[in-house]
């Protein structure tokens, strides 16, 4: 059986990473593909600010960099940051995704112009980022905020009578106004609300964290994965340093620093 190591981006209980693990139901994957949850040691409280995004690269990078010599067949990042996918790209033969770029290139098989919904106008540089490398910005009709405050550890849970209609407005006005043909959710922590959207809307929407996942299985069956020419490898790879930088961190949080 092929494993597949899905990187969370917070360090977090084992009940709140089973609402992570929820991304997995109802998808077809094959019975010899198992995908395996890992919560990052340390790391950014959430992904506000281009502080936390420098941090979130290294405790990605560091919780994925030995997934090859630990026997796993690919890595999927769980979130639309991409956080770290680069990096490990750098050290690691096996194919590394994230969320971000998956999710995009997905809405364009789907449609010509996709707009993307989130919970917050500060998610904003995470889906610029992207669209900077991928040069997609005339691809993306617009970025539609709910404002609502979000929770990278209960995620929508208790709070699906406030948010999911606010995310239903966003996107009809995504659709009516902004001429998206394809809607997005801008974080993996709102997959809980594809199943109820999708009824409602009448565009495709793209629940990214399932996507990569079967981008995963469907470029492991072909055989392929990342360039090593777009990826070299590193010179002096220093992964012992970056082990022992998040090790520290680790206990730094957990005396309460």
């Keep these: 059986m092929k494993r597949v190591l899905v990187i969370v981006p917070f360090a977090m209980s084992a009940d709140n990473l089973l609402l992570r693990q929820q991304q997995l139901s109802g998808l077809r994957l094959g019975a010899d593909l198992e995908f395996v949850y890992r919560p990052v040691k340390a790391g950014p409280v959430n992904y506000s600010s281009h502080h936390d995004f420098v941090l979130?690269?290294?405790?990605?990078?560091e919780a994925g960099c030995r997934a090859q010599d630990e026997g796993f067949a690919a890595v999927c990042i769980d979130t639309m940051?991409?956080?770290?996918v680069a990096a490990l790209r750098s050290v690691l033969d096996i194919p590394v995704f994230g969320p971000g770029r998956v999710s995009m290139l997905t809405a364009l098989m789907l449609g010509d112009r996709f707009s993307i919904l989130t919970m917050a106008s500060r998610w904003?540089?995470?889906?610029?980022?992207?669209?900077?490398?991928?040069g997609l910005h005339h691809k993306c009709a617009s970025v539609r905020a709910i404002e609502v405050p979000p929770d990278n550890q209960a995620l929508l849970s208790g709070k699906e009578e406030e948010v999911f209609p606010l995310l239903e407005a966003a996107g009809r006005k995504a659709i009516e106004q902004d001429g998206a043909e394809v809607l997005i959710l801008g974080s993996t922590t709102m997959h809980q609300a594809h199943a109820w959207l999708q009824q409602r809307l009448p565009v495709p929407i793209v629940n990214p964290g399932p996507v990569?996942?079967?981008?995963?299985?469907?470029?492991?069956g072909a055989g392929l994965t990342h360039s090593r020419v777009g990826y070299p490898r590193p010179l002096h790879p220093r992964l012992d340093m970056?082990?022992?930088m998040l090790a520290a961190g680790q206990a730094s949080s957990r005396a309460g620093g």
């Design 56 to 61: 979130a690269d290294a405790a990605n990078f």
């Design 81 to 84: 940051s991409d956080s770290g």
């Design 124 to 134: 904003k540089p995470l889906y610029k980022k992207a669209l900077d490398e991928l």
């Design 212 to 220: 990569s996942y079967q981008i995963a299985q469907a470029m492991l």
């Design 242 to 244: 970056l082990e022992a």
